[in-house]
C-alpha cells in the first residue's frame, strides 16, 4: 500500500510545507509552548549536527546525520529526514565521496530552509503567546 493511499484527498492536494504542521502538532499535543521548544530545539541540534558532520571521518558523520534525520522526522521537517537519510547512506559507502559532498549539500540547503520556516514560525508564535492565547 503506498502513503499516497493512506492520505485523505486533502492532505494529497496539500502544497507540501517545509513542516509538517499536522504531524508537529501530533507530536506536540497541541501545546504551543512545547511546540516552540522543541522547534527552538531543533535548530540548535541542526547546526551542531551540519558541523559534526563536515568536519568528522564517515562513520561519524553518519551517526550525526542519523540524529538529524531522527529529529527531523520528529517535527515533520521531512525534506531535512530524507537529505539526511541520504547522507547517512553515503557516508556508509566506501569510495563515494562525491556522492556524500552531494549529499551534505542538499542537507545544507534543506537545513537551511527549514530553519527559516521555523524562525517564521517562531515569530508568530511568539506574538501569540504574549497576546495570551
Known amino acids: ?14 502544497k507540501p510545507t517545509v513542516i509538517d504542521e499536522t504531524h508537529l502538532q501530533r507530536m506536540t499535543l497541541g501545546d504551543r509552548r512545547l511546540e516552540r521548544e522543541v522547534l527552538e530545539l531543533f535548530v540548535r541540534q541542526t547546526t551542531i549536527m551540519l558541523n559534526r558532520i ?8 553518519a551517526a550525526a546525520a ?3 534525520k531522527g529529529s ?7 525534506r531535512v529526514a530524507r537529505a539526511a537519510e541520504r ?8 569510495g563515494r565521496e562525491a556522492a ?7 542537507l545544507k540547503a534543506a537545513s ?15 506574538a501569540e503567546l504574549a497576546r495570551g492565547r
Open 112 to 126: 537551511l530552509e527549514a530553519s527559516a520556516a521555523i524562525g517564521a514560525r517562531l515569530s508568530a508564535l511568539l
Open 72 to 78: 527531523a522526522r520528529g517535527i515533520g521537517a521531512w
Open 66 to 68: 542519523h540524529t538529524l
Open 87 to 94: 547522507v547517512e547512506h553515503a557516508a556508509g559507502s566506501a
Open 1 to 14: 500500500m503506498s502513503i499516497s493511499t493512506l492520505l485523505s484527498a486533502d492532505e494529497r492536494d496539500r
Open 54 to 61: 563536515m568536519e568528522a571521518e564517515p562513520p561519524l558523520a
Open 100 to 106: 556524500l559532498t552531494d549529499a551534505v549539500a542538499e
